[in-house]
T-cell receptor, first 113, second 116 residues
């Protein structure tokens, strides 16, 4: 089955800095890569996603990149704000698995004011 | 629009006791998921329902876990008897359908179970 590795497990930045979270996956059949944000006491919420036919996608201050050859993808957050503090999960999925995501272990992002 | 509702939010029980979690998905969502989230890890699928049919329960420990979605709307997940290792957050999610990458899963807030 699919295995998703995520690094770092904890990331501490100053407000206004950029944050980068990296993930690798093992199954070359995976072609859909969502990212989730989980705030304390809440369930994960989809914030951005990317498909395998696209190398990069941007939505305001967040962007995702995908290198299908190397089987890795990354989340970039620019101009971080304290409200960005949360746990971020990357995930990988494909049609054969009904797009049920396999999640990474999560990155706890702390943005210091 | 109301999100996915779960209850209770927190539950503390002693080992060997039974426990049940309830989930009400977003109105109109045919697919319902139960996930297990251990501390410091991502969610792992336990069971997926298409309407009232369990279409993927391969990861559900059937010796002690059971689930039902009788009328294809809300769902109950039960553990009997609970073990210490069952302490975790149990997340419910729903989506319009499965099989499409464009079909977003919406998660509830989860039930945090502590087994003493």
């Amino acid at each position: 089955g699919e295995n998703v590795e995520q690094h770092p497990s904890t990331l501490s930045v100053q407000e206004g800095d950029s944050a980068v979270i990296k993930c690798t996956y093992s199954d070359s059949a995976s072609n859909y890569f969502p990212w989730y944000k989980q705030e304390l006491g809440k369930g994960p919420q989809l914030i951005i996603d990317i498909r395998s036919n696209v190398g990069e996608k941007k939505d305001q201050r967040i962007a995702v990149t995908l290198n299908k050859t190397a089987k890795h993808f990354s989340l970039h957050i620019t101009e971080t704000q304290p409200e960005d503090s949360a746990v971020y999960f990357c995930a990988a999925s494909w049609a054969g698995g009904s797009y049920i995501p396999t999640f990474g272990r999560g990155t706890s992002l702390i943005v210091h004011p | 629009e109301a999100g996915v509702v779960q209850s209770p939010r927190y539950k503390i029980i002693e080992k060997k006791q039974p426990v049940a979690f309830w989930c009400n998905p977003i109105s109109g969502h045919n697919t319902l998921y139960w996930y297990l989230q251990n501390l410091g890890q991502g969610p792992e699928l336990l069971i997926r329902y298409e309407n009232e049919e369990a279409v993927d329960d391969s990861q559900l420990p059937k010796d002690r876990f059971s689930a039902e979605r009788l009328k294809g709307v809300d769902s109950t997940l039960k553990i009997q008897p609970a073990e210490l290792g069952d302490s975790a957050v149990y997340l419910c999610a729903s989506s319009l359908r499965t099989g499409s990458s464009t079909d977003t899963q919406y998660f509830g807030p989860g039930t945090r179970l502590t087994v003493l």
